[in-house]
């Protein structure tokens, strides 16, 4: 079965993986990229580059880092087994620009593009790949998962409006899209100066639409330390599981 594998590999769509890994990380209150505290014995970053090498979808990573982190990642890229092609380049002011910017260091065979925060750790390469192939068949498509919470919409103390919560979703990377289509999404943000919270806000601003795929709750962002103990839970209920 290799040689149907490797004809399979042949006719997939080259792509990269992005992942945004360049933030202050002020909230952990650490004075370090969040990204290399311990998780279940290795380093949040780790995890998540893991998940990237065993997705069948992906060829290749760039990360976007902060200039002190650059080296310290690289390290890590050798020390846990990453085999994929890794390029880790220096991010930018803002999420926009660091994607911006690996976006363009991609390989030149890339077809798709994959944003990863760097900080989702649990994510599984199962939900990669489902995400990517979402992409290859129509160019944008980000994981979901239903709101739970009741949300309100507020002026300083005051409510003034329940959101119908049926129509919201949580959107979690990582978010695929047709590289081209990325690429002008994001320089057009730029330089019209836009606030964005993800890729897909980029795109959706070219009119362009973004399909969803089923997301997967415990793929949680690592952003304060209780992130961090919640994360260990999960991890240790996947094993019992297993």
């Known amino acids: ?56 979808t992906v060829n290749a990573i760039v990360i976007a880092a902060r200039e002190e982190d650059i080296l310290p ?12 092609p890794v390029k880790i380049v220096l991010g930018g002011r803002d999420r926009e620009e660091s994607v911006y910017r690996a976006a ?8 798709f593009l994959a944003v990863q925060d760097g900080a989702r750790p649990l994510v599984t ?40 919560r049926e129509s919201l979703a949580a959107v979690q990377t990582p978010q695929g899209f047709e ?13 019209a100066g836009a606030a964005l919270t993800d890729d897909c806000s980029a795109v959706e601003r070219l009119g362009k639409i973004v399909y969803l795929v089923e997301g997967d709750p415990e793929n949680l962002k690592i952003t304060t330390p209780l992130d961090l103990v919640l994360a ?5 209920d996947r094993r019992r599981r297993a």
Not at 32 to 37: A, H, M, N, W
Not at 139 to 150: F, G, I, L
Request: some cysteine.
């Open 1 to 56: 079965m290799a040689w149907f594998k490797r004809i399979r590999e042949a006719q997939r769509p080259f792509c990269t993986a992005l992942v945004a890994a360049g933030g202050s990380s002020a909230r952990m209150g650490t004075g370090r990229s969040k990204l290399l505290e311990q998780l279940d014995g290795i380093p949040v970053l780790a995890h998540t580059l893991r998940a990237l090498e065993e997705a069948e």
């Open 73 to 84: 990642f690289s390290e890590l890229c050798k020390s846990y087994g990453i085999t994929k």
């Open 104 to 111: 363009l260091e991609a390989d030149p065979r890339t077809e």
């Open 125 to 164: 390469p199962e939900l990669i790949d489902a995400v990517v192939t979402a992409a290859f068949r129509c160019n944008a498509a980000a994981p979901a998962v239903p709101v739970r919470d009741t949300i309100k919409r507020r002026e300083g103390d005051r409510v003034t409006e329940t959101v119908d």
């Open 179 to 191: 590289a081209s289509l990325l690429k002008a999404a994001l320089q057009s943000a730029m330089e």
């Open 232 to 236: 260990e839970a999960i991890l240790e």
